[in-house]
């Protein structure tokens, strides 16, 4: 098993926001492209330099001190709604498990030499996550298997409750595996994804909480060579949630897309902090994560970043945000983050935009004999199209489709 730190790691820091990053006014602010080898500079560096502190990296709950909500990885949390995910309370709860599909799943002991081989705690709530985790979940599929399927639902019972689970893609095979998140529970827990070399795997997590739910969770993605990684976070449900997915490649030819759908209603709290790391040559990202919010005091959180390491020539990577705001009171956060270390690079880029309804869209619908709340329906589906045709679970697709209808009822479409 893969040696774990007892001390905290300090980590290269990565950059801060680009300089004219959106802050969710309406009327769409887009973000502009960065140049190859130009090191952005914004609101926290100085001269360049990024001025926070090196991202800590530790299996000790000891090495994060309890956030303040000045950090700036915690700067859009309200920290008072994590029900004591940061607290490291015991589990009082429940959140049972049950999987249907061709893939192995077994629960196995912290020893088990898989169990933190991809994964090291970035904060306080996954470090605690994974302390209070005692028999780790692991889906597995052997090496060049083809086509396997695998669904895990995961139905919150109420109270606190923690897990870890991985997901291990042998060599050359390729699998889909979803992660089903419903019910009420105050819940933290941590997914470590290993895809081996040639190996495709897309992994689908659904947050469909219940109301009053809390999920704090930190997703870890290692790639091998020319392995390839569809990765969809769709949240929808919950009180607040909040997911920290990381990629890191440890072999050229390396492909990784990250798509993101989230939709938040009044009161909500949806966050998504992501972290693409290239550190070897030759690797492709991309990343496009969308949210649609309304009612008063709906907030998203996306803070898109991406590093190239010196060492990650040819490297081709491009990351993009768009948030539609259905109704006053609502908010949406959008940083997106480029730190490039070297000038040899295929391409690197991102935009970031956030807006409400098209008028000349729906003018044109309007004109055409369409009523208004259909008109406004239609520029949604349309807005997450693209991201919910690109999971490759047909009743999957028809459940989001739904969901999202049955949102836009809440407001009288």
Known sequence: MAERPTSAQSEPPSAGPAAGSPSGIAGGIEAGTSLP??????????????????PVASFDVVDFPVPTGREEDWRFTPLDRLGGLLGDVPADGNVEVSWTGEAAVE??????????????????ASAIAFARSEKPLVISVPA?????????TLRGNGGVAYDHLVVDIG????????????GSATFGANVEVLVGDGAALTLVSLQDWADDAVHAGHHAVRLGRDARVRGIH???????????????????????ELLGLAF???GQHLEHRLLVEHAVPHCRSRVTYKGALQGEGAHTVWIGDVIIRHAAI????????????????ARADSVPNLEIETGEVTGAGHASATGRFDDEQLFYLQSRGIPADVARRLVVRGFFADVISRIEVPELRDRLTAAIEAELEQVGG
């Open 107 to 124: 629960r196995v002991s912290r020893d088990d030499a898989r169990v933190g081989s991809a994964f090291i705690p970035r904060d306080r």
């Open 234 to 256: 769709v949240t929808l449900g919950g009180d607040l949630v909040r997911l920290l997915p990381r990629v890191d490649f440890t072999g050229p030819g390396g492909d990784v």
């Open 314 to 329: 040819g490297t081709d990577t491009y990351e993009l945000n768009r948030n539609l705001l259905l109704t006053d009171g």
């Open 171 to 182: 060599p050359l095979a390729t699998a889909t595996v979803v992660l089903d998140h419903v």
């Open 144 to 152: 060049e298997a083809e086509g396997i399927t695998c669904t895990v």
């Open 264 to 266: 938040a209603d009044a």
């Open 37 to 54: 080898g130009e090191r952005l500079s914004g609101p926290g560096t100085r001269g360049g330099v990024d001025a926070r502190p090196a």
